[in-house]
């Protein structure tokens, strides 16, 4: 209850500027938990009535555009040194493995890579800076960013939003033990997204050394 009340406090610009701030940031190439703000803030919204979840998507997803459109300018300006320079001071983000599975996907779908790397957490930090670093043309580069980060951010936004309302329903009628049981899924689907996180991560590691003799 006292947490409730807490909750009540917060000003809702808080909250959409913290969305909007955090995704810009892990867009622009910072590795921050953009999609775990973006998840908590929208099931507070379903929870919040004075928190908009129309007005939380659009947050977001201006944050996921403009971060990618300053990633993008920094990468076409800073090039490859820059991506050194972030592998030595990120080595467990931007490592060499980590860049040259990105630059692999850029190779081979352009734009797309762009799309759909706002879906996956290794691209959605790489995709504004590297696609500047290769000199992707800014209006292909824009057009999937724009649709991206809409379809991304709003989709997210509304599929956890409706999923919250209908938790709370169901917890209303279970009380606390279904707050148990809610923490509990929520626990076990967290660990195994990072199980088969981790998994991909050992593969794409494991697949990595190969085309390095072939360059040499």
């Known amino acids: 209850m006292h947490v409730q009340d807490w909750l009540e406090t917060v000003p809702a610009v808080s909250i959409y500027a913290l969305v909007a701030l955090v995704i810009g940031l892990e867009s622009l190439g910072i590795p921050l938990p953009g999609e775990i703000v973006l998840v908590s803030a929208a099931l507070l919204s379903s929870q919040h009535g004075g928190i908009n979840p129309v007005i939380l998507g659009v947050c977001a997803t201006l944050g996921a555009i403009v971060g990618d459109s300053i990633g ?14 972030l592998g ?9 493995a980590h860049i040259a599975t990105a630059e692999r996907s850029f190779q081979k779908w352009g734009m797309w890579a762009v799309f759909f790397g706002r879906f996956i957490a290794l691209l959605r930090i790489f995709a504004g800076p590297l696609a500047g670093v290769l000199r992707m043309p800014y209006w292909k580069f824009l057009i999937a960013n724009v ?26 009628r279970f009380s606390w033990l279904g707050l148990v049981a809610a923490v509990l899924v929520g626990v076990a689907s967290m660990l ?10 050992q593969e794409h590691g494991a697949a990595e050394p190969e085309p390095v003799p072939a360059a040499e």
């Open 72 to 85: 993008y300018a920094i990468g076409r300006k800073g090039g490859r040194p820059l991506l050194a320079w």
């Open 88 to 96: 030595a001071k990120f080595p467990r983000h931007f490592g060499e």
């Open 147 to 172: 649709l991206g980060g809409i379809i991304w951010a709003g989709g997210t936004t509304a599929v956890i939003y409706y999923v919250g309302v209908v938790a709370e329903s169901w917890l209303k």
């Open 192 to 201: 195994i997204v990072r199980r088969k996180a981790k998994k991909a991560a």
